[in-house]
């Protein structure tokens, strides 16, 4: 038998201590204030139906109780946190597993084999959001962000795989991925300016086919670290930024949509923690663009490397500024063990 538990708290206090669950299907609203949950295992978020109840009348027989609508997803007037000690979480597909928040919201899967699954989508209205999971985070619909300045963190303990039609995306706060194992990604944005997507993982793979011109990383500055490989040849990872720093130790396949400069970036986001408030991270400056093989391309406008933000490759290197009448700029060293090519645009001017 699985166990449910829907709920409807009537006057929660913020901050509270966490609800101790052991369930294995959940929903919770609460209209006045924050919901904090703690579960010990692993558990699904999604319609909660309980009009089975049945009620013992004074006779002593029973018949079935009002019927239940049914209570589905997580929604808070505040901040809202769910956690497992230990198992995955499932944010059911639909609207089922729907989470919103006015608040900060933290979805984190403890243990070092769950997965947090997102079939449904995480808003926050007025928060930053922070999605963690011992194993693999899965995105299979989309996290946003709908207030300026607010970000997006996303932990992955193995894999992150973003599928095709989703998106991260902020109003205007930074995003920040990181995976242990790869990130495929498909569509991240930030809207407004100065703000940035900062990506960490093994490898960091477009989830697109290969070939497709679809912008998958879109901010003002965009920050690659990799200790694999940023796209591949024939599939690269097509940005939207004004800024790229990229440091790969495997080959680095980027198309930057617009003109490029690779220049110096700092990129953190508010982490937000077990009681619902947040910590700003504290991630280093990022310089410059190294990795092995290396075939960046701006597609529109120029190619700039700033002064102090060097170009380094073990492999091949090839930059390019493909459009008509544009520019290469080099203010920095552009370095390589194996063959440098600096075409000129592809169109003539
Ligand atoms: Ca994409
Ligand atoms: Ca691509």
Not at 215 to 227: F, H, K, M, Y
Not at 228 to 250: C, F, M, R, Y
């Amino acid at each position: 038998m699985r166990r449910a538990c829907g709920w409807r708290p009537r006057a929660p206090s913020a901050p509270a201590p966490s609800t101790e669950l052991e369930t294995a299907l959940l929903a919770a609203v609460s209209d006045t204030g924050a919901l904090f949950l703690t579960e010990a295992t692993g558990v699904e978020v999604t319609l909660v139906d309980v009009s089975d109840v049945y009620r013992v009348a004074t006779d002593g027989t029973s018949a079935a109780g009002t019927a239940d609508t049914g209570l589905s997803g997580l929604s808070s007037a505040g901040a809202l946190v769910l956690r497992t000690l230990d198992g995955a979480i499932v944010l059911a597909a639909a609207t089922a597993g729907q989470v919103t928040a006015t608040g900060n919201v933290l979805l984190a899967a403890g243990g070092t084999t769950s997965d947090l699954d997102v079939r449904s989508t995480v808003t926050s209205n007025g928060g930053n959001i922070s999605a963690s999971a011992g194993h693999d985070v899965l995105l299979g619909a989309t996290v946003y962000a709908s207030v300026a300045g607010k970000t997006i963190d996303v932990v992955a303990g193995a894999a992150l795989v973003q599928s095709q039609g989703t998106r991260v995306s902020t109003a205007s706060g930074n995003v920040s991925l990181a995976a242990v194992g790869d990130a495929t990604l498909e569509a991240v944005l930030v809207g407004g300016t100065g703000t940035g997507i900062r990506v960490s993982a093994a490898s960091i793979i477009d989830g697109d086919a290969a070939g497709d011109s679809e912008a998958d990383l879109l901010a003002a500055s965009v920050q690659l670290i990799a200790t694999g490989a940023v796209g591949a040849a024939g599939a690269q990872l097509e940005t939207s930024a004004n800024t790229l720093a990229i440091d790969a130790d495997g080959d680095v396949f980027v198309n930057n949509t617009a003109a490029v400069v690779f220049g110096n970036t700092t990129l953190n986001v508010a982490r937000v923690d077990a009681e619902g408030g947040t910590a700003l991270t504290t991630n280093a400056l990022l310089t410059g663009l190294s990795g092995d093989d290396i075939v960046v391309r701006a597609l529109t406008g120029n190619f700039t490397v700033n002064t102090g933000a060097p170009v380094a490759a073990t492999g091949n290197l090839l930059l390019q500024a493909t459009a008509g009448s544009s520019n290469m700029t080099l203010n920095a060293a552009a370095t390589a063990a194996g063959a440098i090519s600096l075409p000129p645009p592809t169109t003539c001017c």
